[in-house]
Structures are given as C-alpha cells and as structure tokens.
C-alpha cells in the first residue's frame, strides 16, 4: 500500500500533458473483441483499470502487448466467461458482453455488484439485448446472454453510458438495423462510435441521442487514438484554481470535449485560452473562487465525474455554492474528508452546501473512491502544511503519472509506503 505526501500552499505553474481518457480507452479496447483482424489503438493510457481490463480480454483470447499503443488481436475467441475474480475488480468489465455476444452469439459475465458510490445495476444493459433478440439468464452470479442478434429499436428509460456503449457494439454485428433512442452522448461514445466506423460499422447520428445503426457481417482492422481524458484535464484546472497557479492543460480538442465542466469552471472563475497546444487555465484578474449552484447532469451537462473535484475547489470560494448529486446514490464520500481539512460543507440528500473558507488545513485523510481520492490530492495542494492521502489505489486507476505531472508544475508531493492503512 502507498500513500501520497503533500506539502500545500505551492502555486503550480506549468505544463501538463493530459493522457488519453479512461472511460474511452475501455469500450474501445473491448471493440477489439469484434474483429479478428487486429485493432490498433494509440494514446492508452497506463491506469490499473486498463491493466486489468487487459488481464480480461487476454483470458477471452486476445492478444495484447500493453503499452501507449496496443493492437488488441482477436483470431479466435477461446472463452466467453468474465470471471467474478476479474469482473469485480472493474466493474466495466461488462463491456465485453455486447461485443462477445455479437461475435460468438453467447457471453457469460459475471455481475459486476456495487461499488463505493453506488449499486450499479445493469438492467438496462440487459433489457436492451433482449430488445435485438439475446435471451438473458442470470444464475449464480452470473449473467448468461445467447442468442443470434437481429436489428430491433432499444429505447433507454434513463440515460446510461455503458449501456449504449454495449448495445452500440453488439448491434454492429446484428443482423438487420438497430435505433437506439435516448442514447448516452459523452464524448467517449463518439469516441467508441467511430473507432467502429473505421472497422467497418455503419453508424448514423453520432453523437446524438438518437443512434442507427446497420448490422454489417463482420468489422476489419482498424487504427485509432483514443480522445484526451475530459475529466483529468478538469481536475488539473480545478488545482491550477485553488493554487492560483496557471496550467497549460496539453491536449487535441480539450475545449469541446470539457463542454460540461468548462462552463461550470468558467462560472467558477477560471479563465481559460485556447493555445496552440491546447488550454491555458488561471483565475481572472481578480483572483477568486466564485460560488456556484451545480447539478450532475448526463452530458452536456456538468458531469458527475467532476463532482468531487468541483467541490474542493469550492471549499475555497468567495461565499458559499451548491453541488446536487443526481446521477449515483453515494457519492459525496470526500464531504467527511474535505471537512477534516478544514471545509465547512454539510449535506442534506443528494445536496451538499459548501461555505467558503479561506485556509485548508493538512491533515491525513483516506480515499474512497476515484474522483474523491483526486478532491484530497486538490485539497492537500491547496492546504496548509502537509496531507497524507492513503489508499491511493483508487487514484491509481485513472490519473497517469499524477505525482510526475505535478511535481514538474511546482508541487510539493510525493509516494511513499503506507504503514499497513
Ligand atoms: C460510466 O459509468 C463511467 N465509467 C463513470 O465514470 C461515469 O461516472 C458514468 O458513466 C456516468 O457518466 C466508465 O465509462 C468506465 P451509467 P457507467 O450506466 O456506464 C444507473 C469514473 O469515475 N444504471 O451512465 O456505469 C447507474 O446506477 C467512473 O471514471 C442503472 O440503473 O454509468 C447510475 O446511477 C465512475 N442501470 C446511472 O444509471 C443500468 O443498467 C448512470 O450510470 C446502468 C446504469
């Protein structure tokens, strides 16, 4: 077990190479499950959450070299079980169901249980195989989905983005045409949409919440690279904020793809300048945090990712905001945390009431989760004297580099072993 050590109160000033994004990399690693001639992906990033998700697909029978780039080859698919042991450790392991389902026309994926912030269920994933012809089996555990896919119109009562990512593979190879209604619209699902374009898919209506798609007989080899990561280049703006610190943010196309935060974090006070490299991010000349009314929201919304990361920033704002959870159930884990350093924010439901304070004090604090292990890091920069965050496991699996990023902007932070946290 390793913790973080971080001496606050050090203005970052500098340049951070944001990697490619997580929650793209993984459908779009699973797609490689699609064809047997080769997928070829550039910018991965290297996360724990992409090691194990390799560890998968190398059980199911791809060959895979890990690094920044990867060609997933699948010439035969030797198993169509995802283990309980691997599923549990990422929970977007069920993303192999709808390309294994399409290929072989059976997968067996264990469910994948709650985690930290919710219980997760995958209804609506499996409500939507049925709605293009799998028949859905769930025994011991597992979920059983067989069948031959045929075209059909999925319609999602509630929003999901690995449900559309999942329905969206798997209808590449149906037999027939399938419409897909109140589909996600994260950026990652154009990413997945067409990186499958370029293997042969037939997508219309990318990037909207109406997709169509015509089943295709079998998808090619392809090369693609994976979009920059939306959320990490968010977090990084969030600490160029609460340090008043100034980052230049390196990555293609940052401005559209931060649609949702960008707006909220403008709200918020900070300024951002397209370069030629990417985005520029400071405080305006006044130098404040200014509070903000925020509500989770699918995409374009504010995301939900960015939740945690919004509120420490908030826990140093002229006055006071509000941040209304609406998309999981318990994800406001960081509140008793941030409090330990000195926050004044208290919640009622999904609603969390941040006051304003105008010092953070270093504390040691445990993470929790992803996105909440990333609202400490952002605290403890910003703190007073030195915070240990434990844990960092969490953070691990979907901030490349974090400590190397930092450190050359100026930061105070570094690895060490925990003692047995
Ligand atoms: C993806 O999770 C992301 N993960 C999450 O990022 C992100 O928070 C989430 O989308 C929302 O944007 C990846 O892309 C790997 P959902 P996903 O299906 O697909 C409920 C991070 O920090 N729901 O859009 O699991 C669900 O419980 C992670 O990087 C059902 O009820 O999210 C949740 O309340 C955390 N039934 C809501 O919908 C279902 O069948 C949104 O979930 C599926 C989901």
Redesign the pocket.
Known sequence: MEKIVIEGGYRLQGEIPISGA??AA?PLMCAGLLTRDGLTLHNLPLLADIKTLTQLLTELGCKIVNGHTVTILTPNITSTTAPYDMVRKM??SILVLGPLLAREGEAIVSLPGGCA?????????LKAFEDIGATIELKDGYVRASGKLKGGTVHFP??????TENILMAACLADGTTIIENA?Q?P?ISDLAHCLVAMGAKISGIGTSRLEVEGVPELHAAEYTVMPDR?EAGSYAAAAAMTGGELELLGHNLKEVMTGSLDMLKQAGLVFTETDRGLLCRLGPEGRIIGINAVTQ?YPGF???MQAQLMAMMTLCDGASVITET???NRFMHVPELCRMGADITVNGSTATIRGTNKLLGAPVMATD??ASMSLVLAGLAAQDITEVMRIYHLDR?YERLVQKLKVCGAKISRAPADGV
């Open positions: 997580k929650n993984l929970r977007a912030i919710g219980n997760r269920p995958i209804d609506l994933h509630t929003v999901s983005v690995g449900a996600a994260e990652e959320i699918p995301p939900t990712d998309i999981f159930e992803l996105r979907g």
